[in-house]
C-alpha cells in the first residue's frame, strides 16, 4: 500500500534548527543530519505501521545515527510527520 507524507511546518523548522546546530559545531555534519532524515522519512513512507507506538496513536522512528526521533500519526493512507526531536528533549515541548 503506498502512503502519502505530509511534513508539518514545525517538524521542518526543527529539521532546520538542528542541521544549523550541526553545521555550528562542525560543518558538513548538517549534510549527513539531512540525510539520515531523509532515510528516516523515506523509511516511514515505505513502512508506517512498522514504527512503534510511543504515546496516544503517535508512532516514532528513532534515527540510527543521531538521537533524533521522528513523529508521526497515520490517517487514511497519509503519514503526518508532526514533529522531530532529539531524545533528550523535554516531552512537554513536543507539541
Known amino acids: ?32 543530519f539531512i540525510k539520515e532524515i531523509e532515510r528516516g522519512m523515506n523509511f516511514i513512507q515505505k513502512n508506517p505501521l512498522k ?13 540510527k545515527k543521531f538521537d533524533f526521533g521522528i513523529h508521526y500519526i497515520i490517517e487514511n493512507n497519509t503519514v503526518f510527520v508532526l514533529c522531530v526531536f532529539h531524545t533528550s528533549q523535554n516531552s512537554d515541548d513536543w507539541f
Open 51 to 63: 514504527c512503534q507506538f510511543r504515546y496516544k496513536n503517535f508512532r516514532v522512528n528513532f534515527l
Open 1 to 32: 500500500m503506498n502512503f502519502s507524507l505530509v511534513v508539518s511546518d514545525r517538524a521542518i523548522q526543527q529539521i532546520e534548527k538542528a542541521a544549523t546546530w550541526f553545521f555550528e559545531q562542525s560543518p558538513g555534519l548538517e549534510v549527513k
